[in-house]
């Protein structure tokens, strides 16, 4: 347990918040429910990561911001991150403001639904209802409890059947002050047979001892596929905490591709759950560590329909007196027969003082299967960076080359350039 620090808030201020925002009973019951549960429950149990002297609850929860009358009037942060074409259907969200919003008609026209949480709850409260915190339970632990209790934003976005939505659709989300919190609550729903790329970027800007706490729920239905695309920039004043669950009906298909580019302490948990009969999962993850930060990163994968197909690609690369932990969990369930996952997990080192722990788990119940892993935690070569300053370039830069291509080796295999092409400034920003 953590060492008991009176809240900056209480019930008072949650139902206050709520009440203000015009929340259906509903939502203000889950939040006080949630409230009353956090003190008993304990924090998540990591592998080798003790978060107990972490700030996770000493925040001010429901700061607010005044919203840009134009795209240009956002922060520089914010507006460095987007392309100009990507403004078309986009949302912003700065500590517990919706600060901008942009959908086009063609969205709209389609029947998707792409809007911020409290209009998704005055608007689609009943839709909202029926999948929020159902993939992820507010009472799995302390964190996803106090994300349920204080959640102050976030995005719906729901996809009728048979609708293909042919250009992604972005968020970035902005922490600021000290002090300050981001619980954002991404839910997206991909009904049978529909395709969609979902986009967002976490940044922050000034500021100390500030949080972020945010949870994503995907529901993918029968043969339809889903990508999403995060990354995460928050500078070395925020702790992050990131819980990502997927549940894929049959031949329905999921993909992250994941950019932990924090410079602060950072817990990352990404699931999915192969549900349906031949349904599939890829998880693409690259990561920096640097100077004395701690990241912990894991990404699981369920099976429990037969026919399954999943495959986890995880990198990181530390340096300075950095430590990650990445942990590749492959369960194959009984009765997921011909169920097909396999892993890796490769950390480079660039430091003697960096530590890196790679740990690749199988767990299964079922006979007819196939599942593989592989993991590698080791020094860059000395010959090749004496090969590269034998070239006329200096050791740092020999670094920085041999990282990117190392990390590479994910990151070209994203399929949407936007995507590809704002991880490797993200990388390129970390490694100076």
């Known amino acids: 347990m953590s060492v008991e620090l009176q809240l900056r808030f209480d019930r008072e201020a949650i139902k206050a918040y709520s009440q203000a925002n015009n929340e259906p009973e509903w939502f203000l019951n889950r939040r006080l429910t949630a409230f009353?549960?956090?003190?008993?429950?304990?924090?998540?149990v990591l592998e080798k990561t003790k978060i107990t002297q972490w700030n996770f609850d000493q925040f001010t929860p429901f700061l607010t911001a005044a919203k840009a009358a134009s795209f240009e009037g956002l922060d520089a942060v914010v507006t460095e991150q987007i392309d100009v074409a990507a403004i078309k259907n986009l949302l912003v969200q700065k500590n517990a403001s919706s600060v901008f919003a942009a959908t086009t008609k063609e969205l709209t026209e389609q029947g998707v639904?792409?809007?911020d949480l409290a209009t998704a709850l005055a608007n689609h409260g009943d839709l909202l209802q029926k999948y929020f915190m159902q993939a992820i339970k507010s009472d799995e632990h302390k964190l996803t409890a106090l994300h349920t209790a204080v959640v102050n934003g976030g995005v719906f976005l729901y996809v009728p059947k048979n609708t293909e939505v042919s250009v992604p659709v972005q968020a970035v989300f902005q922490?600021?002050?000290?002090g300050a919190l981001l619980c954002p609550h991404v839910v997206i729903v991909a009904e049978a047979n529909s395709k969609v790329h979902y986009v967002d970027t976490f940044v922050s800007s000034s500021g100390e001892s500030m949080v972020s706490n945010s949870i994503v729920e995907v529901y993918v239905g029968a043969g339809a596929s889903v990508q999403v695309a995060s990354v995460r920039s928050l500078h070395a004043g925020v702790h992050d905490y990131a819980f990502r669950r997927a549940i894929v009906d049959r031949d329905g298909k999921m993909e992250w591709i994941l950019g932990e580019m924090n410079d602060g302490n950072a817990v990352a948990n990404n699931t999915t759950i192969l549900q349906g009969t031949a349904s599939v999962a890829d998880t693409k993850t690259v990561s920096i560590g640097m100077g004395t930060q701690r990241q912990n990163i894991t990404s699981q994968v369920q099976h429990i329909g037969t026919h399954s197909e999943s495959d986890m690609v995880s990198k990181a690369v530390m340096t300075d007196e950095a430590t990650t932990i990445l942990n590749g969990i492959t369960k194959i369930e009984k009765g997921a027969e011909k169920a097909n996952g396999v892993q890796a997990e490769n950390i480079l080192m660039l430091s003697g003082k960096a530590r890196g722990d790679a740990n690749p788990i199988l767990l299964i119940d079922e006979d007819d299967v196939k599942a593989?892993?592989?993991a590698s935690v080791g020094r860059v070569s000395e010959e090749s960076i004496y090969y590269l300053m034998s070239r006329g370039i200096t050791r740092r830069e020999a670094e920085r080359?041999?990282?990117l291509g190392f990390l590479d080796a994910v990151v070209s295999q994203i399929p949407v350039e936007e995507v590809k092409n704002r991880l490797r400034q993200a990388l390129e920003r970390k490694l100076g």
């Not at 922490?175 to 000290?178: K, N």
């Open 36 to 44: 009353d549960a956090y003190a008993s429950l304990e924090l998540p």
């Open 113 to 115: 639904i792409f809007t």
């Open 401 to 403: 080359l041999i990282t």
């Open 175 to 178: 922490v600021s002050g000290d």
């Open 372 to 374: 593989g892993h592989a």
